[in-house]
C-alpha cells in the first residue's frame, strides 16, 4: 500500500525568504500523481502544486516549485519569496490508481512578520 | 476548475440526532469523496460516493453511521447517524474529474454537545 510522509510537522520562515517542506512516499507504482495543498484556517483545501510522475521537469507555479526526486521518491516544496498569506496547513498526497488520495500529516508553516 | 458548494459550514448538534451534509458541484465529475478532519490533523478517507449505486467504505465506517447518497453526478450527501460527541470533527466532501485533480468543499465544522 502507498504511504506518503511528512516528517515537519511545524516549519517557520521569515517574511520574503525560502522554505523548503518535505514529503517522501512509497509505492510500487511507475505511473502516478503527486499534489500540494494548501489549508488555511479558513479550512478550504485549495491544490498548490501537482506533479506527474511520467514528467522529469519538476512543476512550478508562480512562487511555488517541487522538487521531485522520483528514484528516492521524495517529493519537496519550496516556496520563495514568502508572504504572510501563505501561512497555512500544507498536505503532500498521492493519487493511487482507484483516484484515492493518499494523504501526509501534514505541515503547518508559520510565516514571520 | 470544479466548484463545491457543500452545506452547512458549521452545525452544533444533540447527541443521538442526525445530521446531513451537502456537497454541490458545479460540473459533472466522476468521483467524490468523503473526508472527516480532526483539527490539526490529516484527512481520514469515510468513503467514495458511487453515483446510482452503493457507497464504498473504508475500514472503520459503515453505512448504517454514515448513510452516503449520490443521485447524479453533480450531488452527493453524507449523513453522519445517531451522534455522539466522538462525531465531532470537520467533514469535507471532495469531487474529481478525469484529469485527476481534486477540488474541495469548504468543510462542515460539526460539534455534538
Known amino acids: 500500500a502507498q504511504t506518503v510522509t511528512q516528517s515537519q510537522p511545524e516549519m517557520s520562515v521569515q517574511e520574503a525568504e525560502t522554505v523548503t517542506l518535505s514529503c517522501t512516499y512509497d509505492?510500487?507504482?511507475?505511473?502516478?500523481?503527486l499534489f500540494w495543498y494548501k489549508q488555511p484556517p479558513s479550512r478550504q483545501m485549495i491544490l498548490v502544486i501537482r506533479?506527474?510522475?511520467?514528467k522529469q521537469q519538476n512543476a512550478t507555479e508562480n512562487r511555488f516549485s517541487v522538487n521531485f526526486q522520483k528514484a528516492a521518491k521524495s517529493f519537496s516544496l519550496k516556496i520563495s519569496d514568502s508572504q504572510l498569506g501563505d501561512a497555512a496547513m500544507y498536505f503532500c498526497?498521492?493519487?493511487?490508481?482507484?483516484?484515492?488520495?493518499?494523504w501526509g500529516a501534514g505541515t503547518k508553516l508559520i510565516i514571520k512578520p | 476548475s470544479a466548484v463545491i458548494s457543500q452545506k452547512p459550514s458549521r452545525d452544533i448538534c444533540q447527541r443521538g440526532t442526525s445530521l446531513t451534509i451537502q456537497c454541490q458541484v458545479d460540473?459533472?465529475?466522476?468521483?467524490m469523496f468523503w473526508y472527516r478532519q480532526q483539527p490539526g490533523q490529516s484527512l481520514t478517507l469515510i468513503a467514495t460516493?458511487?453515483?446510482?449505486?452503493?457507497?464504498?467504505?473504508e475500514s472503520g465506517f459503515v453505512i448504517d453511521k454514515f448513510p452516503i447518497s449520490r443521485p447524479n453526478l453533480t450531488f452527493s450527501t453524507l449523513t453522519v447517524s445517531n451522534m455522539s460527541p466522538e462525531d465531532s470533527s470537520i467533514y469535507l466532501c471532495?469531487?474529481?474529474?478525469?484529469?485527476?485533480?481534486?477540488?474541495f468543499g469548504q468543510g462542515t465544522r460539526l460539534t455534538v454537545v
Open positions: 471532495s469531487a474529481a474529474g478525469l484529469n485527476t485533480e481534486a477540488f
Open positions: 460540473s459533472q465529475v466522476t468521483m
Open positions: 506533479q506527474e510522475a511520467y
Open positions: 509505492t510500487s507504482e511507475s505511473d502516478y500523481y
Open positions: 460516493a458511487n453515483q446510482g449505486s452503493e457507497a464504498t467504505y
Open positions: 498526497a498521492y493519487l493511487d490508481s482507484n483516484y484515492q488520495l493518499i
